[in-house]
């Protein structure tokens, strides 16, 4: 049995959720089961209302607004716990056509991939400005590189993921999660496509940033916080290593006039350079530091994953009837110390 699940992370979408909700399919091929999920990110209308109305299988309300990143974890975590074995984020402004879940499904379906994105096309998207198309290109241009992926649209919230890759991915940005989970799942070593998706033309400005310079500050800081977390050793080594080379010209001048006889005079390039060789010298050990630190996470992140895996079996043992447990069904009780 194959669940599907379909989340849609809301704020104050009671005026487009019901047409988002009839575009999406009841039925696709390999899929047993398909539920929906609504997400109420704090709205201040009747979101949450719609969403009953429409039989949506599932809805996680948050008391006041969180923000995306917040709202797709919710939605990650609830899902998780309805056993979907795949999820699929899309948005609820009715942008992604609804027909298209089947598309991005299916290599996860097929086991090609562990994450799957929607590529709206932004070189030559009808429904992008110019200076959208230019941002989405440079921008993922920039995540494909931190990455180490080749996803043409790294900012597309239309992606299906396995139950595996959302076991595994942890967000941690308060802005949005689309990069973040590129950048973790690139370093993770997922297998990451991306597949053609249809776009419909929104009818209002997104909700998630309240200007284009914010927009790009915001990712830009999410971008460049999740490759440090993940990569802390080549960031800081490597700015502390530009750091000590810049360090070194000042001490060169100085060797040079005190080769000549005048290194005296300029005793104030030997200070500053020893200065730079010594605060490059402390980046880089701050960088080993993050290191390890990062390998602690890595082993609580793991911990993590042990640990929600054996919730669902325990979960499912507890939905099982007694005489159909088998005997490696049971969880064995600790060992007693002595």
């Known amino acids: 049995m194959t ?40 709205s201040s209308d009747d979101t949450a209302g719609v969403a009953r109305r429409w039989g949506v299988h599932h809805i996680v309300r948050h008391r006041r607004n969180r923000g995306l990143a917040e709202a797709f974890r919710s939605g990650i975590d609830a899902a998780l716990a309805a056993g979907a074995d795949i999820i699929v984020n899309t948005d609820a402004d009715g942008q992604y056509a609804g027909e298209d879940v089947a598309t991005i499904v299916a290599p996860v379906l097929a086991g090609e991939a562990d994450i799957v994105i929607g590529d709206r096309g932004v070189a030559d998207n009808a429904h992008f400005g110019p200076v959208k198309r230019l941002l989405q290109r440079f921008g993922s241009a920039v995540v494909r590189n931190f990455s180490g992926t080749t996803i043409a649209d790294a900012v597309s919230g239309f992606r299906a993921i396995s139950r595996e890759a959302a076991q595994r991915i942890n967000i941690t940005t308060d802005f949005s999660y689309t990069t973040d989970m590129l950048i973790q799942a690139g370093r993770k070593r997922l297998a990451i496509m991306s597949v053609p998706v249809r776009t419909n033309e929104t009818t209002r400005p997104s909700r998630l940033f309240k200007s284009i310079p914010r927009f790009i500050m915001q990712t830009g800081l999410t971008i460049t916080r999740a490759y440090t977390t993940h990569n802390a050793l080549r960031v800081f080594v490597g ?29 104030q390039s030997l200070v500053l350079g020893g200065a730079l060789l010594i605060l490059g010298a402390l980046v880089a050990t701050m960088g080993v530091l993050a290191d390890l630190i990062g390998t602690n996470r890595r082993l609580l992140e793991a911990n993590l994953l042990r640990t929600r895996r054996l919730e669902e079996k325990l979960d499912r043992l507890a939905q099982q009837p007694e005489q159909g447990r088998t ?4 969880v064995p009780p600790r060992a007693s110390r002595a």
Do not use: N
């Open 327 to 330: 005997e490696a069904d049971v």
């Open 3 to 42: 669940k599907l699940v379909i989340q849609i992370p809301c704020l104050d979408e009671a005026g487009t959720l019901a047409d988002t909700l009839r575009a999406l399919p009841r039925s696709i091929e390999g899929i047993d089961t398909i539920e929906y999920l609504v997400i109420d990110d704090g």
């Open 239 to 267: 700015i502390g290593s530009t750091v000590a080379l810049v360090g070194m010209l000042p001490i060169l001048r100085w060797l040079w006039f005190w080769a000549g006889g005048d290194g005296g005079g300029h005793i």
